[in-house]
């Protein structure tokens, strides 16, 4: 992660500036115990899979990650030069615990994963992805899925 004073002296003044969004509604809710959940992950750490299309600049769309995706298979495509690829380098699962869910479901902790996830590019405000996370609302739930695991990178 980068910190403030190792970022160019010319852009601080816009992290330092950017504005956190605040929502009207309260999307908490309750649900079956975590052992009845259908879990599906949402990122914004820009992953497509090999093959897929690469993100463009300030893009609000998403890409689909098959629940059987191998780790080989996933590319990170985030455009950001201030992103730090490491840690996705040596295991995927830092910005997609599928592996480590996987396990959960294995040990009983959760019930299943969703046969699809889902990766947006986190390089814009969260506020321009409400339109199309509102028509990804509907896939997920054809999918069953009633918990998401919302991975910000």
């Known amino acids: 992660m980068a910190r403030l004073e190792d970022l160019p002296e010319d852009l601080r003044p816009y992290i330092e500036n950017l504005e956190c969004p605040r929502y009207d509604t309260r999307p908490w809710v309750d649900g079956p115990p ?6 599906a992950m949402i990122s914004t750490a820009g992953l497509q899979c090999r093959g ?7 893009a609000i769309d998403y890409r689909v990650i098959p629940g059987d995706v191998l780790a080989n298979d996933l590319v990170m495509s985030h ?3 201030n ?11 830092v910005v997609f615990p599928l592996d480590r869910l996987r396990e959960l ?4 902790v959760i019930g ?6 889902y990766s947006f590019m986190g390089s ?7 339109p199309t996370v509102e028509k990804l609302v ?7 899925v009633n918990a998401v695991l919302l991975i910000p990178v």
């Open 34 to 39: 975590l052992r009845e959940r259908r879990v």
């Open 112 to 117: 299943s994963l969703a046969d699809y996830h």
């Open 138 to 144: 509907p896939i997920l739930k054809g999918d069953g």
């Open 124 to 130: 814009t405000t969260p506020d321009r992805f409400e």
């Open 52 to 58: 897929d299309r690469p993100y463009a600049h300030d």
């Open 79 to 81: 455009i950001s030069t």
């Open 83 to 93: 992103f730090d690829r490491t840690g996705f380098q040596q295991d995927y699962n």
């Open 105 to 108: 479901v294995e040990e009983g």
